[in-house]
């Protein structure tokens, strides 16, 4: 039960607009995240997993694994952590309407079995919400993570998706990802498997 199979989401945040008509992907810039998103960040990214998974987990587990990921404490925290770069997605107001993170030097066992040992970069946390979907954020936001990657010389970057999350994986397989292997996601006293993806930069 990867984040990266959580392309989209129902925001009840009033300061999203429901509808937008007049937005389109030439509006949208990518970026680096700024500590005064964290809130906007951790909303999106709450709101997202909440209306995915909520239904896969306890209360309880939803309410703890939200309270340790999905708050602005530990959005900041991201932004601080070195290995960790985190882009926003903009409209021309400064709204933020998707994220994406990029992770250095984190490898999956199975990632390092199908190729190159080296640490690859892994695509993680990509989110866009529902009222901007189908205009080509979530493409947008993994160019900017690609691009940062093969700035930095990896090779190979790679990200996990829910086994169920049929319409991410074929966004992925449309961009160049192949399956590779699973690995497991717990959450509490629930195990879910996810299936690993990875690209050559």
Known sequence: MSSTDIINNKSSDPT??????????????VGHALPSEAAAIAKIGADTFTTTFGFAV??????KFLAETYVESAVLADLADPTTETFAAR????????????????????VSAAGDPAPHAHLQRLYVVTDAHGRGIGTKLMAAVEAQARAEG???IWL???ENSAGAQRLYGKLGYRKIGTTEFPMGDCV????LLSKIL
């Open 160 to 162: 996990s998706v829910w």
């Open 16 to 29: 999203l607009p429901a509808q937008q008509p007049a937005m389109s992907n030439t509006d949208i810039t």
């Open 58 to 63: 306890t209360p309880e587990d939803l309410k």
């Open 91 to 110: 409209d021309a107001a400064g709204k933020v309407w998707g994220m994406v993170q990029l992770v250095r030097d984190v490898t999956d066992p199975v």
């Open 154 to 156: 990896f090779k190979t």
């Open 192 to 195: 879910h498997t996810d299936f």
